[in-house]
């Protein structure tokens, strides 16, 4: 694994930023924008990911930034859950549900790529 010197360069931190963004244009349309309560519990647990990564990534010690990642990664499967109600109330399409579902997904395989590597 190449030397990562900021957590801007995480490419798992990338990924959740691009997610976030995503998380925040849905929630910007229709409905989904009048259910506060899903809207900021989504927005919030979507920022976690990516702000955990980086907390992690700055405290400079392993055991440290595996606690941060596992929250990261719980953050990612919080957000997964929340679309599932997005999804059952209509606020997102299938395509838009399947396509943030997959990137949340692949931002946890990475989370847990980068737990196992400090683990090693």
Do not use: C
Not at 5 to 23: G, H, M, P, S, Y
Not at 91 to 99: H, I, N, Q, T
């Amino acid at each position: 694994m190449p030397t990562v010197k900021k957590f801007e360069d995480l490419l798992a931190w990338k990924k959740a930023r691009r997610i976030t963004n995503r998380v925040y244009d849905l929630t910007n349309e229709g409905d989904f924008a009048k259910d506060f309560g899903l809207r900021d519990q989504i927005r919030r647990s979507s920022v976690s990911v990516m702000a955990n990564l980086a907390e992690g990534f700055v405290r400079r010690s392993d055991k440290d930034f595996l606690y941060f990642l596992n929250i990261s990664r719980s953050s990612a499967a919080e957000v997964r859950s929340h679309l599932y109600v997005a999804l059952d109330q209509g606020y997102v399409s299938r395509s838009s549900f399947d396509g943030l579902s997959a990137d949340l997904e692949e931002v946890s395989k990475m989370i847990f790529g980068l737990i196992r590597h400090l683990k090693n």
